[in-house]
């Protein structure tokens, strides 16, 4: 049989609180790092469960667009382009690119895999709010 989440089903996860700093954890070769990017040793070992925790490792940065926003998007949109809209706040742009058809969850697999730490969430409603406002 299988598990799976029906329509009216709540899902709750608990991840430990990530407050601790590594001193230079980029420097390491990640045996116990996940990433969507073939950048850390652990890609290679595969099948490997990960202890997840709340942590950014680091400070947020720069959108840098390698691909990993269209691996993830299960919609047929310009990811890049429309996340960048959103973060300048060119709503229309954004509006072109279909921002009017998506809710913040749309965006969250964006968010987990986004080496610039944003929160596209709350980034889309910011926007929405905007449109709705301006008319």
Same mark, same amino acid.
Request: glycine share 14%.
């Given at each position: 049989a299988y598990a799976y989440l029906?329509?009216?089903?709540l899902q709750l996860s608990c991840l430990k609180e990530g407050d601790q700093r590594e001193? $230079?954890? =980029? &420097?390491?070769? +990640?045996?116990e790092k996940h990433s969507l990017l073939n950048v850390f040793v652990s890609r290679l070992?595969?099948?490997?469960r990960?202890?997840?925790?709340t942590s950014t490792n680091?400070?947020?940065?720069?959108?840098v667009p390698v691909g990993n926003y269209e691996a993830v998007m299960p919609?047929?949109?310009l990811p890049t382009?429309? $996340?960048? =809209? &959103?973060?300048? +706040?060119?709503?229309?742009m954004a509006q072109k690119l279909g921002a009017l058809e998506l809710d913040e969850e749309d965006l969250a697999l964006c968010s987990y895999v986004?080496?610039?730490?944003?929160?596209?969430?709350?980034?889309?409603?910011?926007?929405?709010?905007?449109?709705e406002q301006e008319g």
């Open positions: 029906g329509r009216y089903h001193f $230079l954890h =980029y &420097l390491r070769a +990640g045996v070992l595969g099948g490997k990960f202890a997840f925790t680091g400070s947020p940065r720069a959108m919609l047929d949109i382009q429309l $996340l960048r =809209y &959103l973060i300048v +706040g060119d709503t229309e986004c080496a610039g730490k944003y929160e596209y969430g709350p980034i889309l409603r910011d926007n929405l709010a905007r449109i």
